[in-house]
């Protein structure tokens, strides 16, 4: 069997790459993933799914059916990207895909295209391998990932799926893993701190008071092992009818052990200290919310909190994924996501926390590439992610192949 699924996917390695650069083309930044949805749709009519959908979020969602109504595997990868940034960091156009190197460059090349165009190909390459699957497989091309925590995963697994009778059991994640099979990562939140009074001069103490207790409290944190643990943002200032508002921004990591109450409730005992003989100052902590529009339309509040994750590393999922991998011979590294920088994550936390999926990360991207400038992904790696992810599947909701000879292993 693994001797078959290696030929075939050799025979796609140009094919998906060609669409992996096709989706880098298209800039896709959080809520404007309308073109790249475009394409993921196009190309799985055209790579043969049974169904192909797009649902009220604007997720793009191929499915093919198994002989019987589950179980259900999910592969999701995210359409959007963050913005390129400052250009002169780049050496190259950031939506020129471009080929050198043995690896594929331009903006979302590790996070999160490359990944997607590997979990679309690998789907199309059970169907040409003619591996009949027991249970289905959904290939989901989700939105607002960056910039709006998941809401294209809330939607999918809230309302698309349940509607199309498919619940999944596992879920495989495209993102950046350099092919490692990865299980959990921290969480993070965005808190913000209002200081409001009558008095224009109260504020502002409370205001220096609250930025340097914080100030202080980032720069004992930092460096400990590259991990980002809390940003503290300028104070900002409003004056209004009844006097004057500052708002100071905090971006925290949230470990596995942390809720986000809890967070929240330290952080207003230490701001209450730091106020304390500013004078008539009204105090309020709260996490962040806002409310997004989607590009079809749809609007939606978003609270920017992003919860630790993690999968058993016994659950059935990782056991079976192991095994797969290392029957097909290739690299079995389990592991966890470092996220470095705060304001990076999964939809880990979604599929585990909130829908009780368990999951795993299996992408070609390299973490240390995600949001950077020149990102790009290895080719060795996009062809081999279509080649593990279709495995894993198969040893998850694919019919058992008896009869092969060592030759086919």
């Known amino acids: 069997m693994y001797r078959i699924l290696k030929s075939r996917n050799e025979a796609l390695r140009e094919d998906v790459v060609r669409f992996a650069g096709e989706l880098i083309a298209l800039p896709s930044p959080s809520l404007g993933e309308g073109k790249v949805a475009d394409r993921v749709?196009?190309?799985?009519?055209?790579?043969?799914?049974?169904?192909?959908?797009?649902?009220?979020?604007g997720n793009v969602v191929?499915?093919?059916?198994?002989?019987?109504?589950?179980?259900?595997?999910?592969?999701?990868?995210?359409?959007?990207t963050v913005p390129p940034g400052d250009s002169t960091e780049w050496s190259?156009?950031?939506?020129?895909?471009?080929?050198?190197?043995g690896r594929l460059y331009g903006r979302g090349a590790a996070d999160c295209k490359g990944g997607l165009a590997a979990l679309v190909y690998a789907g199309a390459l059970l169907r040409r391998?003619?591996?009949?699957?027991?249970?289905?497989?959904?290939?989901?091309?989700?939105?607002?990932?960056?910039?709006?925590?998941?809401?294209?995963?809330?939607?999918?697994?809230?309302?698309t799926l349940p509607a199309m009778d498919l619940r999944p059991a596992h879920a495989l994640l495209g993102e950046p893993t350099a092919l490692g099979l990865y299980y959990g990562h921290d969480g993070w939140m965005e808190i913000e701190i209002r200081m409001e009074g009558p008095d224009p001069f109260h504020v502002q103490d409370a205001a220096v008071a609250v930025l340097g207790l914080f100030d202080g409290d980032a720069r004992r944190a930092a460096g400990a092992e590259g991990v980002e643990q809390l940003s503290v943002g300028s104070a900002r200032f409003e004056d209004g009818e009844g006097g004057r508002r500052a708002t100071i921004s905090l971006?925290?990591?949230?470990?596995?052990?942390?809720?986000?109450?809890?967070?929240?409730?330290?952080?207003?005992?230490?701001?209450?200290?730091?106020?304390?003989?500013?004078?008539a100052v009204a105090l309020q902590v709260a996490a962040r919310t806002e409310t997004q529009k989607l590009y079809t339309g749809t609007t939606s509040l978003v609270r920017h909190v992003t919860h630790a994750w993690a999968t058993d590393p016994f659950d059935p999922l990782l056991d079976r994924a192991r095994g797969a991998l290392a029957a097909a011979g290739c690299e079995v590294r389990p592991g966890r996501w470092k996220l470095?920088?705060?304001?990076?994550?999964?939809?880990?936390?979604?599929?585990?926390?909130?829908?009780?999926?368990?999951?795993?990360?299996?992408?070609?991207?390299?973490?240390?590439?995600?949001?950077a400038p020149d990102e790009y992904v290895e080719l060795e790696r996009l062809s081999g992610a279509v080649y593990g992810a279709a495995a894993v599947a198969h040893s998850l909701v694919g019919i058992p192949v008896f009869g092969w000879t060592s030759d086919d292993i």
């Open 251 to 279: 971006t925290r990591r949230l470990n596995p052990a942390e809720e986000a109450e809890g967070v929240l409730a330290e952080v207003r005992r230490h701001a209450e200290l730091a106020v304390q003989g500013s004078g």
């Open 41 to 57: 749709e196009a190309e799985m009519t055209a790579l043969g799914y049974d169904r192909v959908i797009r649902d009220a979020a």
């Open 129 to 159: 391998c003619l591996l009949p699957l027991q249970g289905n497989l959904v290939v989901a091309a989700t939105v607002a990932e960056e910039n709006g925590r998941s809401l294209g995963v809330r939607t999918l697994l809230g309302e």
């Open 92 to 101: 190259r156009p950031p939506f020129e895909p471009a080929v050198a190197d």
């Open 340 to 371: 470095g920088r705060l304001g990076m994550g999964t939809a880990g936390h979604v599929l585990v926390n909130e829908f009780k999926v368990p999951t795993v990360g299996y992408g070609p991207g390299a973490e240390e590439q995600a949001h």
């Open 62 to 80: 191929g499915v093919f059916f198994g002989r019987e109504a589950g179980p259900t595997m999910l592969f999701n990868g995210h359409m959007d």
